[in-house]
C-alpha cells in the first residue's frame, strides 16, 4: 500500500522559510517521479513542482519559480520542498503525490 506522509508545515512570516519532507513508503521510491501540490482556503488543487525518479529533472509553477526547491533522497525514500521567501499567497495545505495517490498533507500559513 503506497503511504505518503507530509511534515514541516508551519506558521512563518512573510520572506520566511520552510521545508516541506514527505516520507514514502509502499512501493519504489526511487522509481518514480514525484509532485508537491497545494491546496488554498477555497481553491482547488495546484500543482507545484515535480521532480524525476533520479532527482535530476525539476519542474516548477511560474507562482514558485526561484523561490522553490524540490529535491529527493531515494537511500532515505524522502521528498522535499524546500520553500524561501514565502508570501502571504503561498498559504495552503500542501501535498506529495505519486501518480493520483496523496498524502493528508500539512499546512503552510504565512501570515504576519
Known amino acids: 500500500e503506497v503511504q505518503l506522509v507530509e511534515s514541516g508545515g508551519d506558521l512563518v512570516q512573510p520572506g520566511g522559510s520552510l521545508t516541506l519532507s514527505c516520507a514514502a513508503s509502499?512501493?519504489?521510491?526511487?522509481?518514480?517521479?514525484m509532485n508537491w501540490v497545494r491546496q488554498a482556503p477555497g481553491k482547488g488543487l495546484e500543482w507545484v513542482s515535480s521532480?524525476?525518479?533520479?532527482?535530476?529533472?525539476?519542474t516548477y509553477a511560474e507562482s514558485v519559480k526561484g523561490r522553490f526547491t524540490i529535491s529527493r533522497d531515494n537511500a532515505k525514500n524522502t521528498l522535499y520542498l524546500q520553500m524561501n521567501s514565502l508570501k502571504l499567497e503561498d498559504t495552503a495545505v500542501y501535498y506529495c503525490?505519486?501518480?493520483?495517490?496523496r498524502g493528508q498533507g500539512t499546512q503552510v500559513t504565512v501570515s504576519s
Open positions: 521532480i524525476n525518479s533520479g532527482g535530476g529533472s525539476t
Open positions: 509502499g512501493f519504489a521510491f526511487s522509481s518514480y517521479a
Open positions: 503525490r505519486k501518480g493520483i495517490v
